[in-house]
T-cell receptor, first 115, second 113 residues
């Protein structure tokens, strides 16, 4: 099983739609979780951090299910500007030590919001 | 404003040349990282440094070298030993390990000509 798995998409949705991405991770000791947004030919930018069960920021909601080892990202009322690749990122090991310095990245899910 | 600056934005390398990519941060972060991203691929870790004068190999360190002489700077050299250097290179930093995530620079796109 890959460490972090995402559906690569693409997800093509109309403006105003609600879209959800899922991501599964293999390391049950993982302590923190992130969704990054990456526009074409640009750097990833932090969208949301998840440290407990979930997080919400405006139209974006992230949920964590530790028992099933998956994280989801829900985008409501999609905008054209939401078109990007969304990276699921996991901190596989909390605390100190060399392993705590390496995030594990999924390959991303591509979203296209269509007018 | 604090942030990470990578330069140059675009870089062209001839076969057999070494090139150095610059990464500077003013966030006062202890840890810095170099990743490589190929089209349609995820990010792969090249090297990381937890503290000045110390660095560790990542998953794909062969053909690359780094130094960490100052807290603010973590340059990456792509040597002639790296057979497929064409890629998008991203530098990142973090305040304390990876628990709070990384901040990325804007990247350097390296092309072999």
């Amino acid at each position: 099983r890959k460490e972090v798995e995402q559906d690569p998409g693409p997800f093509n949705v109309p403006e105003g739609a609600t879209v959800a991405f899922n991501c599964t991770y293999s390391n049950s000791a993982s302590q923190s979780f992130f969704w990054y947004r990456q526009d074409c030919r640009k750097e990833p930018k932090l969208l949301m951090s998840v440290y407990s069960s979930g997080n919400e920021d405006g139209r974006f909601t992230a949920q964590l299910n530790r028992a099933s080892q998956y994280i989801s990202l829900l985008i409501r009322d999609s905008k054209l500007s939401d078109s990007a690749t969304y990276l699921c990122v996991v901190n596989p090991q909390g605390g100190s030590g060399a392993g705590s310095y390496q995030l594990t990245f999924g390959k991303g899910t591509k979203l296209s919001v269509i007018p | 404003d604090g942030g990470i600056t990578q330069s140059p934005k675009y870089l062209f390398r001839k076969e057999g040349q070494n090139v150095t990519l610059s990464c500077e941060q003013n966030l006062n972060h202890d840890a810095m990282y170099w990743y490589r991203q190929d089209p349609g691929q995820g990010l792969r870790l090249i090297y990381y440094s937890q503290i000045v004068n110390d660095f560790q190999k990542g998953d794909i360190a062969e053909g690359y070298s780094v130094s960490r002489e100052k807290k603010e700077s973590f340059p990456l050299t792509v040597t002639s030993a790296q057979k497929n250097p064409t890629a998008f290179y991203l530098c990142a930093s973090s305040i304390d390990g990876s628990f709070y995530g990384y901040t990325f620079g804007s990247g350097t796109r390296l092309t072999v000509v």
